[in-house]
């Protein structure tokens, strides 16, 4: 009785390590992982390898949807960076070169990221991957940069933050499950219990032995 109440307390303690009785840590919306992965790269192009802008445009979505919402963002970032930006480039406005941006497109995937025990899941891996072209024209409409530029994304978040992390609002926020096999679902849990159930026996019976 001693060793199985020992095995049973160093069980309990495993379980909490490993997250089974843990709140669920918050993660940042699909809309904010968006926003960085779309924005950062043309940041970044404006930073190291165009030419100095004092003045920016940022050619209008003739549509809506994620082209429309990356457009704004990037806007938005801009201006924090301290450039002078204009939305059209109008005959009055004296600009050092434009952006456009087209063809945007992103698609998110929920996978299974196993399980810790036989109930306990370790939560879903979220995976985005997108592309948009991106051109910078000067004023005397020589083009500076013409090339689709790809984006990509992956983490781990808890399952039970899943529809937390979506925005109804907005399409293009919304992923899709794809199913794990029954190798992911069943046996991997399946034999890392049983091994560490193992573990645990086998520590406890050659302590008692000593």
């Known amino acids: ?4 109440r020992s095995a049973l ?8 390590l ?12 699909n809309q904010e992982i968006l926003s960085r992965i779309f924005t950062a790269p043309i940041l970044k192009l404006l ?14 979505s003739p ?30 406005v004296s600009y050092d070169y434009a952006l456009e941006i087209s063809g945007a497109r992103v ?21 985005f991957e997108g592309d948009f072209h991106l051109r910078a024209i000067r004023h005397d409409r020589q083009i500076l940069y013409s090339r ?3 984006v990509s994304h992956q983490d781990v978040i808890p399952a039970g933050l899943l529809e937390r992390v979506e925005n109804p609002d907005l399409p293009f926020t919304q992923g899709t499950k794809s199913g794990s096999s029954v190798i992911n679902r069943w046996l991997e849990p399946v034999l890392i219990t049983a091994t560490t159930i193992t573990l645990i026996y086998l520590f406890y019976s050659l302590r008692s032995k000593k």
Not at 1 to 4: A, E, I, N
Not at 47 to 55: I, K, M, N, R, T
């Open 1 to 4: 009785m001693p060793r199985l």
């Open 148 to 150: 689709r530029v790809m």
């Open 47 to 60: 930073a190291d390898s165009l030419p100095p802008a004092g003045a920016l445009v940022i050619r209008e």
């Open 107 to 127: 698609q998110i995937q929920y996978h299974s990221a196993g399980r810790r025990w036989l109930f306990f899941k370790k939560g879903v891996r979220r995976t």
């Open 18 to 29: 490993n997250g089974g009785f843990c709140g669920e840590s918050p993660a940042p919306t």
């Open 63 to 92: 549509g809506g949807g994620l082209e429309a919402w990356l457009i704004q963002n990037l806007t938005d970032s801009c201006l924090a960076q301290k450039y002078l930006v204009y939305s059209s480039p109008d005959s009055g």
């Open 9 to 16: 307390a160093a069980g309990f303690v495993f379980f909490s």
